[in-house]
């Protein structure tokens, strides 16, 4: 029996013919999949064609809430942004908090899909009536926090805005979906996916009431959490610094991305560190949504060609943007931050493709005609605007940057692939794994490519010792995957109670149970998890009708080229432990040495009508 926490209803919408419609889906999707990430490939798998080009009209766009979304417990305003990425031709998500998740679950809907192209740019206008679609025309070619400041004009300030910049509409895959000026989501090119369909914004407002079984044990439940939240031993440090916070401790352990993943230590680190941050640079925090430890630090420049501007200062945005380009100001750095904010690209992967950019240009394998005039250089910042411009306008070289360091590196061939920074097209997220062979699985194995966030495990592999590579290792990282990347993405909340602040994982059981009814035992939750593991992973497959590997590893600079500075001098990754913890970690999956789930864990969790499906393609199954 499913429970009561969810509408059991879907928003669809076809750009194509001007059409919306609700969808009233199973019980068993419910039970099973629970919500976010779960429904995200579940209606994916269902509903795309496979070899679907993610650019073109019939791409599906998902924005899915979960059972706790939007409910009175910590940090519950977040949303999933699924669809198939323009960067990876695989599955793609990015997770983003919002006003716009609680408003789409008081609107009465658990999750919105978009298909089609409109013909002109629209925005779409969604309550609980259903959807509207506006023209955006107006708003097409404006920034995004132009256009939320003129949309949250129309319709209300409390609404929920979902809108993309420049980037998204010019096709930059990289391009995110951006909320509130400063949030931002999807990596894998979702805002390029709204671009493609000339889909400019989503403004959500919802007045309905959030279904739970028993509110009033929601609330108590959620009431000692928010008080454990606040009472965590390093609370108010995580209130001063947020995720920025962690800069030090990866210089110190020579982690910190520099020179494009050449070295772990930066000189320039003291400058840009969260201390810095925090005494100098912040005006204000803000947050998302039912949140008591926001960490949305805003900084200010105060000197220099950026004084006066403003952008919020997380750990990977200053990271990318600074280090790893050589960039030691934070004054600059924030004025990249809030280009990349304005015109909707993800910083992540900007900042990787702007340090593969210098290094080709040092190496001589793009010239300085190709970059129009630019000679890009370490540390300049004026340099890197321009060329973030030449990839916003898609001129010369900037066109073949737009598409990410892979497709980039496979144009200039001459070993430039093992210096692009990525894992299936994703460019790494700021973590240097040269010393770090289980930071490296991390990368090598997150289902939407090198982004951390299903397994931040670094951090725990310091603890435990970066040299001790045992079946121990791959254990912890599943383990990690299963909370973050499954748990945490189909409740849909913010990890970061537990993560940052330690907030015991047993809330979230017992939260489940009072918001859906379904009482789940962890193990059960974690079974739930690795059926959504083995599906996306069926789904890369399907989309790329082979696997192996190779798909799995992380670039060749880890390998080849050790640190040559810093504590941890020397030091690499080695491939013959890498290999050894990507069989333990298949093993452990139930997939074969290929990466591709085994025909009898497909069966075991209920997979059997999708494992046909990738035979019938002519793909044979390990039993
Ligand atoms: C996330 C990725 C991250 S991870 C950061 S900083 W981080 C970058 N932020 C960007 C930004 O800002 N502007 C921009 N133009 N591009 C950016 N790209 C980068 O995107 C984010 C927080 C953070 S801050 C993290 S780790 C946690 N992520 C969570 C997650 O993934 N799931 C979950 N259940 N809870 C999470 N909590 C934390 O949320 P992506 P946000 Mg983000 C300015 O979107 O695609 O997942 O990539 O959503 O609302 O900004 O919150 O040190
Ligand atoms: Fe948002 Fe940060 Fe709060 Fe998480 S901890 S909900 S990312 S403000």
Avoid at 152 to 169: F, V
Avoid at 436 to 465: C, N, Q, V
Avoid at 526 to 531: H, Q, R
Wanted: aromatic share 10%; with cysteine; proline share 4%.
């Amino acid at each position: 029996m499913a429970g009561t926490g969810w509408h059991r209803r879907i928003l669809w919408v076809d750009l194509s013919r001007g059409k919306s419609w609700v969808e009233e889906y199973p019980e068993s999707m419910a039970n099973e999949f629970l919500g976010g990430r779960g429904y995200a490939i579940r209606i994916l798998w269902d509903r795309l064609e496979p070899g679907t080009d993610p650019l073109s009209p019939e791409n599906i766009i998902v924005y899915a809430i979960g059972p706790l979304t939007g409910l009175p417990l910590p940090s519950s305003g977040k949303m999933v942004i699924a669809s198939k990425s323009p960067l990876t031709g695989g599955y793609g998500d990015g997770n983003i908090g919002t006003r716009a998740a609680v408003h789409l679950r008081k609107a009465g809907y658990d999750a919105l899909a978009v298909t089609g192209r409109a013909e002109k740019p629209v925005y779409l206008y969604i309550d609980e009536k259903g959807a509207e679609i506006h023209s955006a025309e107006d708003l097409w070619g404006l920034d995004a926090e132009e256009v939320d400041n003129e949309l949250g004009k129309r319709h209300g300030r409390r609404s929920g805005i979902l809108t993309i910049g420049p980037a998204g509409e010019r096709l930059v895959r990289y391009a995110v979906v951006m909320s509130e000026k400063d949030r931002a989501g999807g990596r894998p090119g979702m805002g390029a996916v709204m671009g493609s369909k000339n889909l400019k914004a989503i403004v959500i407002h919802g007045e309905g009431e959030i279904p739970a079984k028993d509110p009033d044990k929601v609330k108590e439940i959620g009431k000692q959490a928010y008080s454990d939240v606040k009472n965590a031993e390093n609370y108010q440090h995580w209130m001063s610094e947020g995720t920025m916070a962690i800069l030090m401790w990866c210089q110190e352990m020579s982690v910190l991305p520099t020179y494009n993943f050449r070295e772990g230590v930066f000189d320039g680190a003291e400058k840009v560190s969260g201390e810095i941050m925090a005494r100098e640079y912040k005006v204000f925090q803000k947050g998302c949504p039912q949140c008591n430890m926001v960490c949305g630090n805003v900084g200010e420049a105060k000197t220099g060609p950026f004084a006066g501007t403003r952008a919020e200062l997380d750990y990977e945005n200053v990271e990318m943007l600074g280090p790893n380009l050589g960039i030691d100001s934070l004054d600059e750095i924030i004025g990249l931050v809030r280009m990349a904010d304005n015109m909707g690209f993800d910083t992540i992967s900007l900042g990787s493709v702007l340090g593969f950019a210098t290094e080709a240009y040092e190496k001589g394998l793009i010239t300085k005609e190709d970059l129009d005039g630019i000679e890009p250089r370490w540390g300049e910042t004026e340099t890197y605007v321009d060329l973030i411009n030449l990839i916003l306008e898609r001129k010369k070289f900037g066109n073949t940057l737009a598409k990410g360091t892979k497709l980039a590196a496979l144009k200039l061939g001459n070993g430039a692939i093992g210096f692009a920074m990525q894992v299936k097209g994703l460019e790494a997220s700021a973590y240097d794994a040269h010393i770090a062979h289980g930071m490296a699985l991390a990368f090598g194995t997150s289902p939407i490519g090198a982004h951390h966030k299903d397994a931040w495990y670094i951090y725990r592999e310091a603890l435990r010792g970066f040299d001790v590579n045992d079946r121990q290792k791959v254990e912890e990282i599943i383990n990690l995957q299963r909370i973050r990347g499954g748990l945490f993405e189909t409740f849909v909340t913010c990890r970061f109670p537990f993560v940052e602040v330690g907030l015991n994982l047993d809330y979230y059981p017992r939260l489940l149970e009072a918001a859906t009814g379904l009482s789940y035992t962890m193990n059960q939750l974690f079974n739930m998890a690795d059926k959504i593991y083995d599906l996306i992973r069926l789904f890369w497959v399907r989309e790329y009708g082979w696997w192996d590997r190779s798909m799995d590893t992380p670039p060749a600079r880890w390998f080849d080229e050790p640190l040559t500075k810093g504590p941890r001098k020397g030091a690499h990754l080695d491939r013959k432990i890498y290999n050894q913890l990507l069989d333990w970690y298949y093993e452990i999956r139930g997939w074969d040495e290929r990466g591709i789930p085994r025909r009898s864990t497909l069966e075991a969790r209920r997979l059997g009508r999708e494992a046909r499906e990738i035979e019938s393609m002519g793909i044979k199954l390990s039993p």
